[in-house]
């Protein structure tokens, strides 16, 4: 950079700073900049996480993709028995990218319990069952080990137990019907071995997580025989192609669904935040570009005469352009670094404070959740100062309709 160039951006800088008109519109732009980057970025770390973490409860609590019989797909109870001697089980091989499988089995019943009842699901599940996603659902309790002998402790919801007005380690009974109606149904007397709190009403206002042995007794079925199979993908972004893929490996007698077909109303809402983050980011932008327009056009009728005597000295057209659009990027730079500053912090302090929280019966979540993908907020950054450089090269065109000679004259 030469001295031209060093001593406009100085001498427009400068005066920028004194100038009564300038001044204010200078503080607006950047401001605008600031505003719009705070906006951006909490829009996209929040509708991100939002849909993570939706995306996490849902497979936690159902797997990736669901293998049943046909005549289980329009309901949660295990119908009839799928034996556990299949060719992807323990080991789902003949797929990539499948990390986990596991047996369950679910059966309808009823709680009763001296003051009140409730219609639940009993989903039974073995020791393959993969805890480590619903541990930080547990408000309170512990998850019951099912790797011995038969065990009566299940985990309940925090919903059913307010219902119930139960606790750890209370006991309750709970009846389930058999096929034929005029039998007296099964009872099973349960232990309350840890309260969960999933945030998804759905599942929380309808099962208790328990021993599959006890579905297997029931139904009397074998040892071997299970209700569904909830298969674990490792790239959720693959699950339809790993899904297909499944269907493909298993069973004429079996379907297999993905969480996504049988969530789809869950999945549709939440495919919704990519538009409207894509309308946040599209509105910050163009305001935050006025805004600079602005500001580049009160900087270029107040440097007139400067602009003049540039220009008379030899400067060209593209150099004196070059000048304000350094001092345009300069100020878009400064708007940046609020902008990502402000941004952050609060993202920092709803991340580790959870202060926004949000009803749980709407969005599935009891706070704001947060994810921070760098990559995102580095094209974010380099998206608003390209746009906004490609926008002022318009306004920057007056420059060369300026003449040397009635500049100089300029009052």
Known sequence: ???????????IASKSRKS???????????????IGMIMMIISVATGLGLQQKIRQ????????????????????????????????????????????????AAKAGIIRTAETFEGIIFKGVGKDYQWDDIKEYVKAGKIPDFNGNLNAQVLISEYLANRL?????????????????????NLRVFEVSGIFNSGLQEFDSTYIIGDIRHVQRINKWNADQVGAFEVFVSD??????????????????????TIVEKFAYIFEWIKLFDFNILVIITIMIVVA?????????????????????????????????????YNAFYLIIRGLFWGNSIAIGLLLLQKYFG????????????????????????????????ICLLVLLIPSYIITKISPVKAIRFD
């Not at 009564?20 to 600031?34: F, G, H, L």
């Not at 007005?165 to 149904?185: A, I, R, S």
């Not at 599935?364 to 995102?376: C, G, I, Q, R, S």
Request: overall charge neutral; hydrophobic content about 45%; cysteine-free.
């Open 289 to 325: 570009t006025i805004n600079m327009v602005v500001a580049l056009l009160v900087l270029i009728l107040e440097r007139t005469q400067m602009i003049g005597v540039l220009k008379s000295m030899g400067a060209g057209n593209w150099m004196v352009r070059k000048i304000f659009l």
């Open 236 to 257: 959720f972004n693959q699950i339809q192609a790993k899904g297909n893929e499944v269907y493909a490996q298993t069973s004429s007698t079996l379907n297999s669904q």
């Open 57 to 104: 409860k849902v497979s936690a609590f159902n797997g990736h993709i669901i293998i049943s019989n046909f005549d289980d797909n329009q309901s949660d109870v295990s119908l009839e028995p799928i034996s556990l001697r299949q060719d992807f089980y323990p080991k789902f091989t003949s797929v990539e990218g499948i990390s986990h499988i596991q047996a369950v």
């Open 165 to 185: 007005h139960l606790k750890v380690g209370d006991k309750f009974n709970t009846y389930f019907m058999k096929e034929d109606t005029n039998q007296m149904p």
């Open 20 to 34: 009564s008109i300038s001044a204010p519109i200078i503080k607006i732009a950047v401001s605008a900049i600031a």
């Open 355 to 386: 202060i926004i929280k949000l009803p749980p019966e709407n969005y599935y979540v009891n706070e704001a959740p947060v994810y921070f993908d760098w990559l995102y907020i580095i094209l974010l950054n380099i998206g608003t100062v390209a």
């Open 1 to 11: 950079m030469n001295l031209e160039y060093f001593i406009a951006k100085r001498l």
